[in-house]
């Protein structure tokens, strides 16, 4: 059977005469057709062969008008394929259909049915092409591979989204912002931003999030779910991309690299954050102060000092915090966890701007110099104290008796005086001090060393 609009071939079943009681009537040369399509008599070999043989001829004439396909309902579902016909109605919602078959798949998205099942984990899908390809999972199947680099993906859409990374196609444009997206479904997401719609709410604290992906990341913090573990130190992550992360520091691996300064990170989003070093681009004001971030979770995390919002909670002595990172830092003073060695003289510090800071002694890098007379200094605090000899600020002031001074600290010395608290004792002869620099002084006494 042929279509003459476009050459495709089709079966049905057949029988073959080849009883020798029939050779005289010249159909025993193999050829083979359906009798039941030409003939009712089909069933009764016995009758007269002549009338078959003159239905066959009939209907041989009769096939020869209908583009030469054997098979007639074959060639009208065929046929639609040029025409562009859908004849068959849903009449939930009214979308047209080609096939009666096709119409009964459709349905299921309205009555929800899940009639096939995955043998290995009880998931349910609406079609069998469904359940394959989720299959696949289980089996590690990776049938489509990236002619140009040879990853090998499980489903056609994956392979067909990545070879865009090398074409560099970004048909999707927002209308908003003109921003483009490889993706329609990055597109969607990235609308959300400008809608400020958020439609999916966790059923636990009432959290509403733009995407569902970022509601179930979030409702790992409720399940405690940490599913994923560092095979080289045991660490567990909620996230199978927060181990990929973390797997970068065991491998050293820093792929993403800043095309101004050279400097490589291990995630592309820290390179994006760091070449706003280089523009300057502070996008996300605050709306009660004005003040400008580079980033938004500096925003939110500043936002906070309006609200006195300190959702994180130390569970040894209650104090609150409005960072979880200030948490952990705060919580290693309980534990005197200590994770970061100075190389040089492995002095241990339990944060990394304090490792930092230390080094700067060994280095003596001193890269921040006063304006006004040139001194410089390692650190900005530093700078900033100092400063202060040249503007005479002394914006620290003492509630008890008025007096100011430059730095805090001074003023909580200075505090002492009128709370009496001598915090400072000596190991000797148990004499008190305010200070610990007079402590040190005094133990010079019993030591018999002469401070100057």
């Known amino acids: 059977m042929e279509c003459e609009i476009k050459t495709e071939m089709y079966t049905s079943p057949t029988m073959t005469l080849k009883e020798e009681k029939y050779s005289p009537m010249e159909i025993t040369d193999e050829e083979e057709f359906d009798l039941s399509e030409y003939c009712h008599y089909v069933s009764s070999p016995t009758r007269d062969i002549q ?174 779910e940490k599913s994923h573990q560092c095979s080289q130190c045991g660490k567990t992550f909620c996230h199978m991309s927060h181990l990929k992360t973390h797997q970068k520091i065991h491998t050293g691996e820093k792929p993403h690299q800043c095309s101004q300064c050279g400097k490589a990170f291990s995630q592309m989003r820290s390179l994006k954050r760091h070449q706003i070093i280089h523009t300057g681009e502070r996008p996300h004001p605050c709306s009660l102060c004005g003040k400008t971030f580079s980033q938004m979770n500096n925003l939110k995390t500043h936002q906070k000092i309006h609200t006195g919002e300190k959702q994180h909670q130390c569970s040894q002595c209650g104090k609150a915090f409005n960072q979880m990172s200030s948490l952990k830092k705060h919580q290693r003073i309980h534990t005197g966890e200590k994770p970061y060695q100075c190389s040089q003289c492995e002095k241990a510090f339990s944060q990394m701007y304090d490792l930092k800071e230390h080094q700067k002694i060994h280095t003596g890098e001193k890269p921040h110099q006063c304006s006004q007379c040139g001194k410089a200094f390692s650190h900005m605090y530093s700078l900033n104290t100092h400063q202060k000899i040249h503007t005479g600020e002394k914006p620290h002031q003492c509630s008890q008796c008025g007096k100011t001074f430059s730095r805090m600290f001074d003023l909580k010395t200075h505090q002492k005086i009128h709370t009496g608290e001598r915090p400072y004792h000596c190991s000797q002869c148990g004499k008190t001090f305010s200070l610990m620099c007079n402590l040190k002084s005094h133990q010079k006494i019993h030591t018999g060393e002469k401070p100057h």
């Not at 009939?58 to 009208?76: A, F, I, V, Y």
């Not at 999707?172 to 921003?179: D, V, W």
């Not at 970022?214 to 913090?221: A, D, E, M, R, S």
């Open 51 to 224: 009338r078959i043989q003159s239905n066959k001829r009939r209907k041989t004439e009769e096939k020869r008008n209908k583009d030469r396909c054997h098979n007639r309902s074959h060639l009208t579902v065929h046929m639609m394929k040029h025409t562009g016909e859908k004849p068959v109605q849903c009449s939930h919602c009214g979308k047209t259909i080609n096939y009666i078959s096709s119409l009964k798949e459709h349905q299921k998205i309205h009555t929800g049915e899940k009639s096939h099942q995955c043998s290995q984990c009880g998931k349910t899908f609406r079609l069998m092409s469904d359940l394959k390809r989720h299959q696949r999972i289980h089996t590690g199947e990776k049938p489509y591979h990236c002619s140009q680099c040879g990853k090998a993906f499980n489903l056609m859409g994956n392979l067909k989204s990545h070879q865009k990374i090398h074409t560099g196609e970004r048909s999707y444009q927002c209308s908003l912002c003109e921003k483009t997206f490889s993706h329609m479904g990055n597109l969607k997401t990235h609308q959300k931003i400008h809608t400020g719609e958020k439609s999916h709410q966790c059923s636990q604290c009432g959290k509403t999030f733009s995407h569902m992906g970022n509601l179930k990341t979030h409702q790992k913090i409720h399940t405690g």
